[in-house]
Nanobody, 117 residues
Framework: QVQLVESGGGLAQPGGSLRVSCAASGSGYSIYSRAWYRQAPGTQRELVAT???????TYADSVKGRFTISRDNAKNMVYLQMNSLKPEDTAVYYC???????????WGQGTQVTVSS
C-alpha cells in the first residue's frame, strides 16, 4: 500500500510559478512510475506529466516547455514545477504512482491550483 499526500498548491498570477509536491509513504512497495494529473470543474481528469523508473519523462502538449516533473527517490518525493502559468492551468492537481506498467494507480487527495489576476 502506498499513501500519497500532495502539497504546495495555491493562488498564482498569470505568468507566475508554483511548485506542487507529493510525498509517498508506506511499506513493501517499489514505484515504477510517478505522474501528475489535473481536473478542472466540469472536465475529465487529464494526465499532465509522467516520470518513470529510468528517469524518462512525458508531458501533455498543453504544458510542454512550461512544466517540469522531477523526483527525489531518497525522499520518496515527486514534484511538478509550473512556470508561465495560465488561467487554464487552474485545476485540482493529483499525484499518482504505479508499481508496474499495468498496475492500478494509487492517488493522493489533490491540491488546488488557481491562476488568476
Amino acid at each position: 500500500q502506498v499513501q500519497l499526500v500532495e502539497s504546495g498548491g495555491g493562488l498564482a498570477q498569470p505568468g507566475g510559478s508554483l511548485r506542487v509536491s507529493c510525498a509517498a509513504s508506506g511499506s513493501g512497495y517499489s514505484i515504477y512510475s510517478r505522474a501528475w494529473y489535473r481536473q478542472a470543474p466540469g472536465t475529465q481528469r487529464e494526465l499532465v506529466a509522467t516520470i518513470v523508473r529510468d528517469g524518462s519523462t512525458t508531458y501533455a502538449d498543453s504544458v510542454k516547455g512550461r512544466f517540469t516533473i522531477s523526483r527525489d527517490n531518497a525522499k520518496n518525493m515527486v514534484y511538478l514545477q509550473m512556470n508561465s502559468l495560465k488561467p487554464e492551468d487552474t485545476a485540482v492537481y493529483y499525484c499518482s504512482v504505479r508499481e508496474c506498467a499495468g498496475c492500478p494507480s494509487y492517488w493522493g487527495q489533490g491540491t488546488q491550483v488557481t491562476v488568476s489576476s
